[in-house]
């Protein structure tokens, strides 16, 4: 059985105490993604995602500092990284490597900018909700950016 959860908008990139680390399965569509809001002027992403300036300031620099590969250097693993109620909840930076391993078989977050993300998937910092309306390759939303390719892995994740 798979647990499905949000991501949270606050993040924290501190480095981790851990190590041990996955990359995100659908990186390929992540950044055609990012490509699309690197074009985006800070004005631009600030109405997109309805934010405030200071949040539109910090949001457009992530996305002109986005790269691959993925190391701890530079991201961080998704469990460890966000921040919020429900993480808090889980207390991550408590759990034991058992935990984890246990965790990245049963719990999956399902996010705007990486689409499905397994707990030790390593992350960089974003902020891109599932419901922004960032026309693309395949239509006005996210969702439709996304089409069935989340239901296909979490599927493939269940078997």
Known sequence: MLAVISPSKTQDFEPAQIDVFTQTRQIEQSQVLVDLLKDKTQGDIASLMSISDKLSKLNFDRFQTFSTPFTLSNAKQALLA?????????????????????????????????????????????????????????????????GDQISQVLNEDES
């Open 82 to 146: 966000f921040k919020g109620d429900v993480y808090n909840g889980i207390d991550a930076p408590s759990l034991s490597l058992d935990d984890f391993e246990f965790a990245q078989g049963h719990l999956r977050m399902l996010s705007g900018l990486y689409g499905v993300i397994r707990p030790l998937d390593l992350i960089q910092p974003y902020r891109l909700e599932m419901g922004t309306k960032l026309k693309n390759s395949q239509g006005k939303n996210l969702y439709e950016f996304w």
